[in-house]
């Protein structure tokens, strides 16, 4: 893919923040790492959602430092650009303010694995990392301490928020959706009475089937 194509796809991604309802105002922001370039695409601070366009995403190196845009980048780009240094395997990061998500995070209570659908997706807790403030990497150090060897693609981050990586940068936006889904699952689980954890084996026999198992498999040429 083209820096443009990565532009155009990161753009289209933070539609499905507004749809499932994980942002506010402008807060928010997915990235993209550019293969084979140490680059990242990210979307640009302060502009609303409506307003943004393929054109309007900022192109920065893995240091933070913008490349190309007529914006300045997302406030949080120095934390994407960390993770997208010391995580070779993530070329998608999501940050959002989603509000269950961000209630575990303001107690600083990882979400425990205790419905199916957290096991295929998370393999495990959600887990908090510690807090950092905005600005700097120190997000990023956070997120990568936490998540290096987890089988979570999701943290909550203390007093902050969730932040999701992946593969893909569509596969960061499907965690931060199903990290709100589950985060609201639970709290409203919890208001019924005591949650029991799901077994180990049963959370490993799940993930394992979900991430190898489910959907349609590809075929030749796709």
């Not at 600083?108 to 700097?136: H, N, Q, Y």
Request: charged fraction near 20%; charge should be negative.
């Amino acid at each position: 893919m083209s820096i443009e194509d990565i532009r155009a796809e990161v753009c289209d991604l933070h539609r499905h923040l507004t749809r499932w309802g994980l942002v506010t105002w402008t807060a928010g922001n997915v990235s993209a790492r550019v293969p084979g370039k140490d680059l990242l695409v990210i979307k640009p601070s302060g502009v609303e959602y409506d307003s943004l366009t393929a054109k309007s995403m900022v192109v920065c190196d893995l240091d933070g430092n913008l490349v190309d845009g007529e914006h300045s980048p997302s406030s949080d780009t120095a934390s994407h650009a960390y993770v997208y240094r010391h995580m070779p395997e993530v070329n998608g990061v999501v940050h959002t303010h989603s509000p269950y998500a961000t209630a575990w995070a303001a107690r600083g209570e990882p979400i425990p694995c205790s419905i199916t659908a957290m096991a295929d997706e998370f393999g495990g807790d959600i887990p908090i990392g510690p807090f950092a403030l905005i600005g700097s990497d120190d997000i990023g150090r956070g997120i990568v301490e936490t998540l290096r060897g987890s089988r979570s693609p999701a943290v909550l981050m203390r007093q902050h928020g969730p932040f999701t990586i992946g593969p893909t940068a569509k596969a960061a936006v499907k965690a931060a959706v199903m990290c709100e889904d589950v985060a609201r699952t639970l709290h409203l689980a919890r208001q019924l009475g005591p949650v029991d954890r799901l077994p180990a084996t049963a959370v490993d026999s799940l993930f394992d089937r979900y991430q190898n198992v489910y959907g349609q498999p590809l075929m030749e040429g796709q």
